[in-house]
């Protein structure tokens, strides 16, 4: 018989930041210049953690003596409210002088260069920054500022007392350790939620964007009594088959037609925003659709490499290099990735939530991309160091209790001998979702499904085994797909119309009259219940 | 196995241990050679690849993630 | 560093049968009894391996005395030969008697009973019996006749010379034994292929028959020089949702929609020959389709459990009595299943091969269910003991090339320590074949899927690692996987028409000027080439 | 895990190992508890859990094979 024993350990920090990635970063670094004590904890390492860990090379921004006119184009689409939009682009380019101050290499030869990635009819709106180490700087930066990183550390659920956020409960993923962070305000900042919904075939960890972002800010933050915004309206990505890997505006060529047609112009981005294509091609026989590179110059060539090394994309290109084979001579196979969840934690201006003392950053809600990370990352720690400025460490009462139940729960899963794996787990609630809450969604379907995955869901507690607190991370992160899961049928049930990738056979129109409403999702004596709100 | 250790050329400084964002190397011994503990649970990132200072790591990309091109 | 060797252990016989499922089994029972002496080889243990372990309820037979008229329906619709239609229904009465003796329960209550199964205006022709313990039985049979059975033994490829067949080469999955069949006939009755496409979600295990028929026999009889018939014409069966179980004949309840509303009249079978109902409800958002037991009396449910437990069931039913839920009061779930082959060796009614000495049984091509195992593989057993009564051991120098190069090839898997495990290999094949080669079928797919199959193909010899012969059985399992896979293809372009679960969306019309005509791959210098044939 | 042993009621007399149709009791050895090495080839087929003379194995249905029924 095992008998792991978790030891109890004690953190006390102003702020606390839940998540290593540019979000929680510029948060950490921000808090602590305006005088907070700050304590990072990352699930895995800041150096290379997440989306950003090896790179990314576009960094939206307003510039004015390089681009002129602001670009209008996402202040009209986005989902964030107008406030949040218009602090956006006040504060994208002070980040990028900041980042450039770091070390990160925001100019390019020399210069501002505003290329890719862009929209017909818009000015430039993405710089082009040579970002692989991004992550690296700025760990330095935050260790320069005085913040303490605890990497290796899962957070499972938010302390909080009467609406007023006390802390977070965690354990170590490399030791048996149970961590108590006690802090007068925390950010989340944890990125997407990716291992919901099935990506591709062969593999739970083959995922365009960071397997390892599973919703867990957005499931602590609903647990604690947050809203959840938009659950239901999923999202799709495409690139590369079967090499998941978001980057899509990095290929600059053209998709071509397995008789060598081009489809589309070639100019404009329906690669970003008709992500079906493939799979409608694949579908209906007329496929595969193929990246075609053949008729770009040497010039251009080169560059596009050099910029999809910024782009993370190394591990596509050393497949072709070990493969012998050339892609601008070898046409590829781009193929739709599975469904994920934008919505989320949505933040204001200010990075606040409902819950007085949390804030949340980033990819919590949508994403304006690594700009937004960087810009609402900074304003989450400014909010953050200001509300503990003024704040006393809540009491421990509360604090307690939880510590135990955690405690005991967790060396229930630690010491269990016969169960269910997290894989077995994570297979199942992505198989629920893609049945019966995927691509095609019904009133009958989303019933049937609901009353399966509640039930599978229930049975978690009493069947997960972890062999380790690292097998023990994964059970945490699917017990909040779970959460999630059951958050996503809710809000599906209730939005009766078709929009996007949320398509009701039962209704197939799109209802103009929700055009400026958003549907949230309300824990209620933990059950999920759907809410409409005005848009802000 | 995803990444894979040369392991004449490694000299076990533990810096992909350290940094592994998925942390297969989980179970790996300070100053031995790592060991891949969690394979399936690799993304393919080639972070380790890039920060391996003796260049002794290198990706084996599995059969299902192998890009579909033309010849 | 591993250093697993290959220990050399040669078997002498007359007959080798591979496979002891009832077609290997009965095949070894006459075999010896015309006597010859006689080898079983068999992947599992012939007490409960495959699809026919743990039970069976219906045997497919003329008793003209219970019967009357013989039923004419599968002397119609079979794409078997007539010659192999009329030999089966003139021989299964015998068997129902022989396996009566042997101890099966062929009577229930004292008397042959047929019920279930049956298809509308057709005389009933299922004789129902408690089979659960067939399999035992027969090897108890097969023992006491002189058969040797050697259990736990992966056969992976034929030896001959010429043309004429001398015997199999194979290992223990238990001990490093690499095992030589030197044999003067050889019999293959590997059954079904299951794993070629993806069946479900979650597990490569979770198949509606034996996950570990993987089309052995086919694969050998290719290499080897047989032809394989109807390969492109896959098919499909419905079931309990997500246990992958068939059986869909002894639930006796009717489908009802998510209102409670009945589908069809609940008398035909159509669960069985529109098994994409369920499927065709659930990508529609009609779905979920329920197996509804409420109307049927409380006898009717007695007996439907009986029979289901002989029928292999029992799983199923001690997941509700678990789960603590009666199905009579909880309609449950059907789903549509995966793809399957059932095409392969076309055997002739003496179950010959083109080639001299090499015989086939059961569901090697299609299926006469149980019974046509039974007759079958008595059939290929006297077949097989008459051709090895006039034949003398074929020499020895080509075995022992072969023999080298088997061991080598065998043991570089086994001690290779950075590679792919079966499973990755499994999943790849599975992609490939659901991706380009599955429901939906076109010129420009099934090219671009067959060039990504020969290529993971020529690098599998070079990555497939082994730690043990247990998963060395399933390396070659999927060796044999590609081998099928890459012969589906080839027949899926040839076959340039619409048909059955064959569909060509460039091709979307069925051509009359083929009804009589079928579709054969031969191995041709190591490449598939397919070939017209006329019905038998 | 997909056969579970109660090791109490198990007598080791091996006739689950020696009859397993995939084999997961792959390693087991003799006179020992079986060990469950390869519990992802579980076929579900209940013959160990039928065969065990001291009626000591039963099934756990994986979360992804649950049948799915209305309440």
């Known amino acids: ?536 | 196995m995803a990444a894979v250790i040369d392991k004449e050329k490694c000299n076990a400084c533990g810096i992909c241990v350290r940094i592994c964002p998925t942390d297969v190397y989980y179970g790996s011994k300070a100053k031995e050679i790592p060991v891949v503990t969690y394979p399936e649970e690799c993304w393919h990132c080639n972070a380790c690849v890039h920060d391996c200072p003796q260049n002794a790591i290198h990706l084996r990309i599995p059969l299902t993630m192998q890009v579909a091109y033309k010849s």
């Open chain 1, 1 to 536: 018989m095992k008998d792991i024993k978790l030891n109890i350990e004690q953190i006390e920090a102003d702020v606390l930041c839940i998540g290593g990635g540019p979000a929680g970063l510029c948060a950490a670094i921000r808090a602590s210049e305006k005088g907070a004590n700050v304590v990072v904890a990352d699930k895995s390492n800041t150096l290379r953690s997440g989306d950003a860990g090896m790179g990314n090379d576009h960094f939206m921004c307003h510039i004015p003596d390089v681009q002129g006119e602001r670009p209008g184009f996402f202040s009209k689409i986005g989902k964030m409210s107008q406030a949040v939009t218009e602090t956006f682009w006040e504060n994208a380019y002070d980040l990028v002088k900041r980042w450039d101050s770091w070390g990160i290499p925001m100019k390019y030869e020399g210069k501002y260069e505003f290329a890719g990635h862009s929209m017909p009819g818009q000015p430039d709106f993405f710089l082009h920054f040579s970002g692989q180490n991004t992550k690296v700087k700025l760990t330095k930066q935050a260790k320069k500022t005085g913040v303490r990183i605890i990497n290796r550390v899962m957070i499972l659920d938010l302390i909080h007392d009467n609406g007023t956020i006390a802390g977070a409960i965690g354990f170590d993923v490399r030791e048996s350790k149970l961590l108590v962070f006690k802090t007068k305000a925390v950010i989340l900042a944890t990125g997407k939620c990716m291992r919901l919904f099935p990506q591709n075939t062969g593999s739970l960890f083959n995922t365009s964007t960071s397997p390892i972002n599973t919703g867990d800010g957005r499931a602590m933050a609903y647990r604690a009594g947050c809203e959840l915004s938009d659950m239901e309206l999923n999202d799709r990505w495409s690139g590369p088959k079967y090499f998941a890997r978001n980057g899509r505006g990095s290929w600059m060529g053209v998709f071509k037609d397995p008789n060598g047609i081009q489809i589309g112009s070639g100019k404009e981005m329906t690669g970003h925003f008709y992500p079906q294509l493939h799979e409608n091609y694949q579908k209906s026989g007329r496929g595969p659709v193929y990246m075609d590179l053949s008729d770009i110059s040497d010039k251009e060539y080169e560059d596009m490499k050099y910029w999809l090394v910024h782009e993370a994309n190394t591990p596509i290109l050393d497949f072709f290099k070990e493969e012998g084979v050339d892609p601008k001579e070898h046409p590829f196979e781009f193929m739709t990735y599975g469904l994920f969840t934008p919505g989320g934690i949505n933040y204001n201006e200010k990075c606040e939530t409902p819950l007085a003392g949390l804030y949340a950053a980033g990819d919590e809600f949508m994403s304006f991309y690594i700009a937004g990370a960087a810009v609402f990352g900074s304003i989450a720690g400014e909010s953050a160091a200001s509300f503990a400025a003024k704040t006393k460490t809540s009491d421990e009462k509360h604090t307690q209790t939880l510590v135990v139940k955690t405690k005991e729960f967790l060396e229930t899963v630690l010491n269990r001998t016969d169960g269910a794996t997290w894989q077995e787990a994570n297979s199942a609630i992505q198989q629920v979702m893609a049945d019966y809450c995927g691509l095609v969604r019904s009133e009958t379907m989303l019933t049937a499904g609901l009353e399966h995955l509640r039930r599978l869901k229930k049975k978690l507690p009493q069947v997960l085994m972890a062999q380790n607190t690292h097998e023990l991370m994964r059970c945490v992160e699917v017990l909040n797909l779970f959460d999630i899961g059951e958050i996503t049928f809710v809000a599906a049930q209730e939005r009766k119309e078709s929009r996007q990738h949320h398509h009701r056979v039962d209704f197939p129109f799109t209802n103009p009259m929700l055009n400026e409403q958003r549907l949230v999702v309300k824990n209620k004596k933990g059950q999920p219940v759907p809410e409409w709100r005005m848009k802000a």
